[in-house]
């Protein structure tokens, strides 16, 4: 590394800085580790899916009000420089990792071993380590940042080893549900400039690095969806005049926009503005982008540049079966007037498969309901309220005309139902169109759970609990009739899930409800000094599930191992640029 080193010995149960070492666990309890390792996310929780729509609403709405990188024009403008002793580096990739501990730990632990050995290679610990985006679930708070993120990679690497690796970090659209308020408190900081053994090396949301043989990494803060900030624009400005014809550069964005602009033309449009005019009149070349935020390992080959999506830091997988084959980037429809030329670029390597993606979507019926208990309890609650207007509409059948089936109440739940179920086929905070395809498979599943509602109102109605004394029949049926058929409408919102994906429409919802903590990625990148940068994508088929405390008291050892070693293996074949 390029960073000074202080000449004295420090000593054993020191950093290299001269920090005493964190003091090691004797036990998994919270109280020894300092933080509460979490369980994954229940995406589909109800209160978890109204607060996050209240956020992306606020976000979306006050977005520019929050927007902190303006402000940043009064940090520093650094720009910097890693290297290893050989004259070459390695650089590992990880994105969207602050979720259930299994997973993330998992991932964490693989990137703080000193050596890999994957498929025959030996790959030694990373010298500089990049933060994709979502470094936390489901909202940027101090406590879920200590909890979710940092506490595992402390947990991983307690204590910075002599080589001192430095992390750098780009926010995503989790980072930015503060406004950024505690990613740059974690990341960017002019003090204690630690993240578990990692040393953070950035002054901003964005960085410049360069690294060996004319390679550059740039981390572009694009993730509010507007134009990239003067600020940023200057700071890159300054970094461009170091480029050369002859330099190579690395840019990693918060999201795949090169695959969202395949529904959204415009999605891409930040990117490309930012390759054509910083980076083109430069003459460098940007070989490579990286990205997470889609859950997955996904990467599309151009003429000269390659296209990664590598979100699979421990987050719920997202699926790959759906990836279009094919993408034209910038796409044609723009309405960018100055876009770059379009080209083609083809999807050559996925982790999972498809084929195994695919059977990932059937573990929809048995994860759902056991997953997010809270939703199933909505849908509980919901059909126990169309049940008992629909039953009482059927007994005020011959009393009245103005109390047979269109009674308001009943009618009321009728288009709550149904309007919910259109809203959930395509949320208003979605990027990209709604289609034919959203109202029609929305219309559909909201007439399904009303259908059901009928059937369910049929069978209530031939027991015996209906003719109870009241309130008994309203007892019975919140404690009977809700869990039953809460769980029965789980398997039909399932069966909609599953059915749904198959035509792109809640593709997202089909895994976030399952929390699917399998098939992890991250990367790992050699950069020779001769220039070449090989680029190996790891993947861990099953993480680990049962830990237990490390017996290797030395500081940097990993607190915690997994009783059943995890098995990395490549993806696919490494990748080579030149």
Avoid at 30 to 40: D, N, Q, V
Avoid at 215 to 222: A, E, H, K, P, T
Avoid at 297 to 307: E, T, V
Wanted: with cysteine; net charge neutral.
């Amino acid at each position: 590394m390029t960073d000074e080193r202080d000449d004295h010995q420090a000593p054993a149960d020191a950093q290299p800085d001269g920090e005493p070492a964190p003091r090691r666990p004797r036990s998994t309890d919270p109280l020894e580790l300092g933080f509460t390792p979490r369980k994954p996310v229940p995406w589909l929780a109800p209160f978890l899916l109204i607060s996050t729509g209240i956020r992306t609403l606020l976000a979306i709405l006050f977005g520019a009000y929050l927007d902190k990188r303006e402000l940043q024009n009064a940090f520093g403008d650094d720009i910097f420089r890693q290297a290893g002793p050989d004259g070459g580096l390695w650089l590992d990739y990880v994105a969207d990792l602050g979720d259930g501990f299994h997973a993330t730990y998992s991932v964490a632990y693989l990137l703080a071993q000193p050596e890999l050995t994957v498929d025959g290679h030996r790959l030694p610990r990373a010298q500089t380590l990049v933060m994709g985006g979502d470094q936390v679930y489901p909202s940027a708070a101090y406590a879920e940042y200590e909890n979710r993120c940092k506490g595992p990679y402390q947990a991983a690497l307690p204590a910075t080893p002599p080589d001192r690796p430095t992390l750098f970090a780009v926010p995503g659209n989790h980072d930015w549900y503060d406004g950024l308020t505690a990613f740059l408190r974690l990341f960017v900081r002019s003090r204690d400039r630690n993240f578990a053994g990692w040393r953070t090396g950035q002054s901003r949301s964005y960085f410049a690095v360069e690294l060996p043989a004319g390679w550059w990494l740039l981390g572009v803060d694009d993730q509010s969806g507007s134009y990239l900030d003067d600020p940023q624009l200057a700071y890159f400005d300054e970094v461009a005049r170091r480029l050369t014809p002859e330099s190579k550069v690395i840019i990693a964005t918060p999201s795949p926009t090169w695959v969202k602009a395949a529904d959204d033309p415009t999605a891409y449009d930040s990117v490309d503005y930012f390759v054509r005019t910083i980076i083109d009149p430069t003459g460098a070349r940007v070989r490579l982008l990286l990205s997470g935020d889609l859950h997955h390992y996904a990467r599309y080959a151009g003429h000269d540049r390659q296209l990664i999506t590598c979100g699979g830091g421990g987050a719920y997988l997202y699926p790959t079966h759906k990836l279009p084959e094919r993408l034209e980037v910038p796409p044609r429809d723009t309405l960018a007037r100055r876009a770059s030329r379009t080209q083609p670029y083809d999807l050559v390597a996925r982790y999972p498969d498809a084929a195994r993606s695919r059977r990932y979507g059937w573990g929809i019926f048995g994860r759902l309901p056991f997953r997010n208990p809270g939703f199933a309890t909505l849908l509980g609650t919901l059909h126990t309220l169309l049940m008992l207007a629909m039953a009482g509409a059927t007994a005020n059948w011959g009393d009245s005309s103005d109390q047979r089936l269109f009674s308001v109440p009943l009618v009321l739940m009728v288009l709550v139902t149904v309007i919910a179920a259109i809203l959930f086929a395509k949320p208003p905070s979605a990027s990209g169109k709604r289609h034919a395809r959203h109202w029609l498979l929305g219309v559909g599943h909201g007439v399904a759970h009303v259908a059901l509602a009928a059937g369910g109102t049929w069978v209530w109605l031939a027991l015996p609990f209906y003719d109870w004394p009241w309130p008994l029949p309203a007892v019975a049926a919140v404690v009977v009739y809700g869990p039953v058929i809460g769980l029965v409408a789980s398997q039909l919102v399932a069966a909609y899930l599953l059915v749904a994906g198959a035509f792109g429409v809640n593709v997202n919802e089909l895994f976030a409800g399952q929390g699917i903590e399998d098939s992890k990625s991250f990367l790992r990148l050699r950069i020779d000094p001769d220039g070449t940068l090989t680029v190996y994508a790891i993947g861990v088929d099953r993480v680990s599930r049962d830990w237990q405390v490390n017996p290797d008291q030395s500081p940097t050892a990993s607190w915690l191992l997994p009783k059943t070693p995890l098995t990395p293996h490549l993806t696919e074949p490494p990748v080579v640029l030149t």
